[in-house]
């Protein structure tokens, strides 16, 4: 379990940066793990120890993340790190499979063996977030079987995000339907947490949201994704001909442990 005075480096792909509404990144950092650690979403009033580093950036897939973010979270010496990746590779044709999951795999190992506690977790089937994704589900579900072996090998903490239901409301996730907005981030700090086995957590981020007042007809559905494909999945296919990522130029906001209260301008905490 995290000290008070605990130290935590996030290795990431896209989700710890955040999304924020209107494709507006959140400023320093998502919070999510900083949330976890300190307990249980709650700003950490009680933990003024806690120095936190969020080295993801948007759009890297496994291998990148490896390359570039494990041996500066090494050089952190963390209590507690977080290592997700995969959905990028994922959504790209001709993804194996087993070298993303080798690749999550050596940043368990790398990152236990130094003595730090692990936590990752499920990702959700996105074809039941976005219909036009339900041909790579599959593909999902299979990483997350093999990354769940990979952590147990490695007695890597899993929160399990992918077995409800919740997951997968569209009121969890941003307009791109990739990165989780507001309640999503609140979400996965709650599930980390729990995973944990934080003080004061529990299984409250498991239960749906409360039902939408009218129901959704079958031509606003349609609608809808026509909007995202011309506003999302056009661009997405655009810069994969070109060879780009949507993290071309990008760096990590927050690559050095810093105290919590020195994020400046980092409003995740209000959730």
């Given at each position: 379990?995290?000290?008070?005075?605990?130290?935590?480096?996030?290795?990431?792909?896209?989700?710890?940066?955040?999304a924020?509404?209107?494709?507006?990144?959140?400023?320093?950092?998502?919070?999510?793990?900083?949330?976890?650690?300190?307990?249980?979403?709650?700003?950490?009033?009680?933990?003024?120890?806690?120095?936190?580093?969020?080295?993801?950036?948007?759009?890297?897939?496994?291998?990148?993340?490896?390359?570039?973010?494990?041996?500066?979270?090494?050089?952190?010496?963390?209590?507690l790190?977080?290592?997700?990746?995969?959905?990028?590779?994922?959504?790209?044709?001709?993804?194996d499979?087993?070298?993303?999951?080798?690749?999550?795999?050596?940043?368990?190992?790398?990152?236990?063996?130094?003595?730090?506690?692990?936590?990752?977790?499920?990702?959700?089937?996105?074809?039941?977030?976005?219909?036009?994704?339900?041909?790579?589900?599959?593909?999902?579900?299979?990483?997350?079987?093999?990354?769940?072996?990979?952590?147990?090998?490695?007695?890597?903490?899993?929160?399990?995000?992918?077995?409800?239901?919740?997951?997968?409301?569209?009121?969890?996730?941003?307009?791109?339907?990739?990165?989780?907005?507001?309640?999503?981030?609140?979400?996965?700090?709650?599930?980390?947490?729990?995973a944990?086995?934080?003080?004061?957590?529990?299984?409250k981020?498991?239960?749906?949201?409360?039902?939408?007042?009218?129901?959704?007809?079958?031509?606003?559905?349609?609608g809808?994704?026509?909007?995202?494909?011309?506003?999302?999945?056009?661009?997405?296919?655009?810069?994969?001909?070109?060879?780009?990522?949507?993290?071309?130029?990008?760096?990590?906001?927050?690559?050095?442990?810093?105290?919590?209260?020195?994020?400046?301008?980092?409003?995740?905490?209000?959730?």
């Amino acid at each position: 379990m995290p000290r008070p005075d605990t130290e935590v480096a996030a290795i990431w792909a896209s989700t710890a940066p955040g999304a924020w509404p209107r494709g507006y990144e959140r400023p320093a950092c998502s919070g999510d793990v900083r949330r976890a650690a300190s307990g249980h979403g709650r700003r950490p009033r009680h933990s003024p120890g806690l120095r936190y580093a969020n080295l993801a950036v948007r759009g890297r897939k496994a291998g990148q993340v490896r390359a570039e973010q494990l041996a500066p979270a090494l050089a952190m010496r963390p209590d507690l790190a977080t290592v997700v990746a995969g959905v990028n590779d994922v959504l790209r044709p001709g993804c194996d499979l087993d070298e993303v999951a080798d690749h999550v795999e050596a940043m368990f190992a790398a990152l236990t063996a130094q003595g730090a506690t692990v936590a990752t977790l499920m990702f959700p089937d996105v074809g039941r977030i976005t219909p036009l994704a339900r041909p790579i589900g599959h593909r999902v579900l299979a990483l997350n079987a093999r990354i769940r072996e990979a952590a147990d090998r490695h007695g890597v903490v899993v929160a399990e995000t992918a077995a409800h239901a919740a997951a997968t409301d569209p009121r969890l996730w941003s307009a791109d339907r990739l990165h989780a907005g507001p309640l999503g981030h609140a979400r996965i700090a709650a599930a980390v947490a729990q995973a944990l086995g934080l003080p004061g957590s529990d299984d409250k981020w498991t239960l749906p949201l409360p039902a939408e007042g009218t129901d959704i007809s079958v031509w606003r559905t349609v609608g809808a994704e026509v909007r995202w494909a011309g506003t999302f999945l056009g661009p997405w296919l655009g810069r994969r001909l070109r060879g780009r990522s949507s993290g071309d130029g990008r760096q990590a906001k927050r690559p050095a442990l810093l105290p919590v209260a020195a994020s400046a301008g980092d409003t995740s905490s209000a959730v």
